[in-house]
């Protein structure tokens, strides 16, 4: 590896503080149901559950651990909670119907992916707590995710294939790119300086993922995933969205990426992309019917990335895979049709 590049994470201040000097919680959103369930990676137990959001889709955190936003599917707000009583201080009206939502890393703004046509990134003011303002996009969008450096907002849209780099400073698109596929989840590789290097993103109808060279705006790889056998998807209807969750670990040494196809999870070394395994997730069985799969959707981890999580839609649970080992240590019981998972870390 090149002396100028090293790899860090999204949670790259956390990945340096002693595990013993944090308070690390998972939080996993209920997107059919109207909870949020709190996930103690000590223990593999719920500690908590946040009543009274349906159809809660993204969340993010305050810096200082304090709030918790999600975005209301229901109603089309971005609900702002006070993360140690689980009660809703306010809700901000957004400009249409919400996805995927990111906190700046200075605790200022919150991004919220709205999905109506034509496309939009609402912008929240954090101290206000109202809407600052609504930027246009090509698409209504899926997903959003503001760069490490804390100087971009990257979103994708899945109707108009099209990923799009918005400038924090200027709130304007800075560049664009017309992909072959509806993009789906993505995950972000850094240089030494803290820019962004590489975008891995999820497509539409492709079990596998697309690398994107983010100075040279453009894409310059696709990996497909190994044939497992398992032959899941089908049933589930979700052909068009083969491989839904992907992340980089807090160390930066692997990348993660699920398989509904597979009904489980492929390690890839970085920066080679070098396959390193697979984990299996648990299968559903159902009297009479074939097994069908946990249909695992978003990912997130420890900030020693010692474990990784995966919310299972299909299974209303979330799985904790060891890293090192890559087995399945802990199947955990959550709500109804869990989606988006995120971790947060306290002092």
Do not use: C
């Amino acid at each position: 590896m090149p002396a100028s590049i090293k790899y860090f994470p999204l949670l790259l201040a956390l990945a340096a503080l002693p595990v013993s000097a944090q308070t690390v919680r998972v939080y996993v959103t209920n997107s059919a149901g109207d909870s949020i369930h709190v996930i103690d990676p000590a223990t593999n137990k719920v500690v908590q559950v946040i009543n009274g959001v349906e159809a809660a889709h993204g969340i993010d955190f305050s810096p200082d651990g304090q709030r918790v936003y999600v975005s209301n599917e229901a109603d089309s707000t971005l609900e702002v909670i006070d993360r140690a009583s689980g009660k809703t201080m306010t809700k901000i009206r957004l400009s249409g119907h919400p996805n995927n939502i990111s906190a700046t890393k200075d605790g200022g703004r919150v991004v919220v992916g709205i999905a109506e046509d034509p496309g939009a990134l609402d912008v929240i003011d954090t101290r206000a707590l109202k809407l600052a303002r609504t930027i246009p996009v090509n698409g209504r969008l899926h997903n959003v995710y503001v760069t490490p450096d804390n100087k971009y907002v990257v979103t994708g849209s899945i109707r108009s294939k099209v990923l799009t780099v918005i400038d924090l400073r200027t709130d304007q698109i800075a560049w664009e790119l017309k992909l072959d596929e509806g993009v789906r989840p993505m995950t972000m590789e850094v240089n030494a300086d803290g820019s962004t290097r590489r975008i891995f993103a999820q497509l539409s109808n492709f079990n596998g993922f697309a690398v994107v060279d983010f100075a040279a705006r453009r894409e310059v790889a696709r990996v497909k995933l190994p044939d497992e056998p398992g032959g899941f998807g089908v049933i589930e209807r979700r052909t068009d969205a083969p491989s839904h969750g992907i992340g980089v670990a807090p160390d930066g040494k692997t990348l993660w990426v699920t398989s509904i196809t597979a009904n489980g999870v492929f390690a890839y070394s970085l920066p080679e992309l070098k396959l390193l395994g697979f984990v299996a997730l648990p299968e559903l069985r159902l009297p009479g019917r074939q097994p069908i799969s946990a249909v695992p959707n978003w990912v997130t981890f420890t900030p020693d990335s010692r474990l990784l999580y995966i919310s299972n839609a299909a299974a209303r649970s979330v799985s904790a895979i060891d890293t090192r080992t890559l087995k399945s240590v802990a199947t955990i019981p959550v709500g109804e049709v869990p989606k988006r998972i995120n971790t947060l870390v306290l002092p």
